[in-house]
DNA sequence: CTGTATCCGTAGGGATACTG
DNA sequence: CAGTATCCCTACGGATACAG
């Protein structure tokens, strides 16, 4: 697990890295993520898992992880339609990272507040 | 270092750790905190670790994660001015968190441009 | 159920110029 | 050096209606 050199550097403005970096860190695409690391998931319990996302973003956010080759999407052609998103393993990956980042969050958000409050 | 039960819920959209995720996973956010981690830095120092980055967003941005509690702004009042940006205790963890999903990305990255080429 | 299509407002963000 | 102030634009994202 060291910390070898890549040829990626998120910091330089063309990097490929950046794209997949904003898909990721997108405002649903974290919650998307996370909501699938626990579990697979069809449209329709990812709409409730991440609440407040539209069907429209839903739709945009796991296509573009898909396309990132983060989401699986299985479809089963039975009416009605039956479709599930799943991880890669690649997305496995990623989801425990963001999983990770939330949890450091939770950490601080009692700091947080107390900085907002002035206490 | 077990995962206890938190007051905070970051799927549910009033959650005030919502808006604190936000601000760490937006689109140059995520890169000042990473940028932050190495070391501390100074506005025009941050400016050019952040290919890319406008005065004003990082700017904007900086103010986001001061107001958060992640980020403290440190000024000497000489002529001409000297201002450096450390992160808090509370912004190492989440900056850690940043970078170890920075990473798992570099890791994904081959992959990913095997699905976007068709390999 | 699983989405697409369309309309539309807002705010995120770039460029530039200016200040202490 | 370290920012603020403006102008301005587009693309993110919400709501709604429709489709296979």
Chains 1, 2 share one sequence.
Not at 48 to 63: A, N
Not at 92 to 113: C, K, N, T
């Amino acid at each position: 697990m060291s910390q070898e050199s890549v040829p990626f550097d998120v910091f330089t403005a063309m990097c490929p890295s950046r794209e997949v970096l904003e898909h990721v860190t997108s405002r649903w695409g974290v919650l998307t993520l996370a909501a699938l690391s626990s579990e697979p998931a069809r449209f329709g319990e990812l709409r409730r898992r991440v609440d407040g996302i539209s069907e429209k973003m839903l739709s945009q956010t796991l296509k573009a992880l898909e396309g990132d080759g983060l989401v699986d999407r299985r479809v089963h052609s039975t009416l009605p339609p039956h479709v599930e998103y799943v991880l890669t393993p690649a997305g496995q990956q990623v989801a425990e990272a963001v999983q990770a980042l939330i949890v450091s969050l939770y950490g601080v958000m009692p700091d947080v507040m107390r900085v907002r409050d002035g206490v």
